[in-house]
């Protein structure tokens, strides 16, 4: 009488669009342990010892590892594989805000820049920000006027001397 293997094994934390890598960890006891199936619980199987798997789609998957010795040689995992997450920022602001703070980042000029940040489930978050850094405009508007004609309004401003005149909208 030779006794049944204990069979075991173990999983890497599983989020969507990542390899998730099973470790056999079985006790041999005195059985052959050479011949082993993976079933992912999603139609997909192995007969590596150490295989890895991507899951295309969250969820719960129950995966198996047979050992080929014997029906009562079974492992179950019920497997979560969890959700990334992306999310899209589009930010339009004047040269003057620049630098712009964003996710504990510091960017001084305009594009496109992604962050890797961790979900709320633990998995990869990407995070985009479209930072579109407006053109600034100028003018000048050249006036000649007598001194009786102060105090002068123009775009909304008064002025009571002659002289260069800055006004920032």
Same mark, same amino acid.
């Given at each position: 009488?030779?006794?049944?293997?204990?069979?075991?094994?173990?999983?890497?934390?599983?989020?969507? !669009?990542?390899?998730?890598?099973?470790?056999?960890?079985?006790?041999?006891?005195?059985?052959? +342990?050479?011949?082993?199936?993976?079933?992912?619980?999603?139609?997909?199987?192995?007969?590596?010892?150490?295989?890895?798997?991507?899951?295309?789609?969250?969820?719960?998957?129950?995966?198996?590892?047979?050992?080929?010795?014997?029906?009562?040689?079974?492992?179950?995992?019920?497997?979560?594989?969890?959700?990334?997450?992306?999310? +899209? %920022?589009?930010? =339009?602001?004047?040269?003057?805000?620049?630098?712009?703070?964003?996710?504990?980042? %510091?960017?001084?000029?305009?594009?496109?820049?992604?962050?890797?940040?961790?979900?709320?489930?633990?998995?990869?978050?990407?995070?985009?920000?479209?930072?579109?850094?407006?053109?600034? =405009?100028?003018?000048? %508007?050249?006036?000649?006027?007598?001194?009786?004609?102060?105090?002068?309004?123009?775009? !909304?401003?008064?002025?009571?001397?002659? !002289?260069?005149?800055? +006004?920032?909208?």
């Amino acid at each position: 009488y030779k006794p049944a293997p204990t069979v075991q094994f173990t999983a890497n934390s599983a989020c969507l !669009g990542n390899v998730t890598v099973f470790t056999n960890t079985t006790v041999p006891n005195s059985a052959s +342990v050479d011949n082993q199936i993976w079933d992912f619980g999603n139609g997909f199987v192995s007969f590596l010892q150490a295989p890895s798997h991507q899951y295309n789609t969250a969820g719960t998957y129950n995966v198996t590892l047979l050992n080929s010795v014997g029906c009562d040689s079974v492992a179950t995992l019920n497997l979560t594989v969890k959700a990334t997450s992306t999310s +899209v %920022t589009n930010e =339009s602001i004047c040269s003057a805000d620049l630098p712009y703070s964003w996710n504990g980042n %510091t960017y001084t000029t305009g594009g496109t820049y992604n962050v890797t940040l961790l979900n709320s489930v633990g998995c990869d978050s990407i995070a985009t920000l479209n930072l579109n850094v407006k053109a600034t =405009s100028t003018s000048i %508007t050249n006036e000649s006027i007598c001194p009786s004609d102060l105090p002068y309004s123009w775009n !909304g401003n008064t002025f009571t001397t002659g !002289g260069t005149n800055k +006004v920032n909208y």
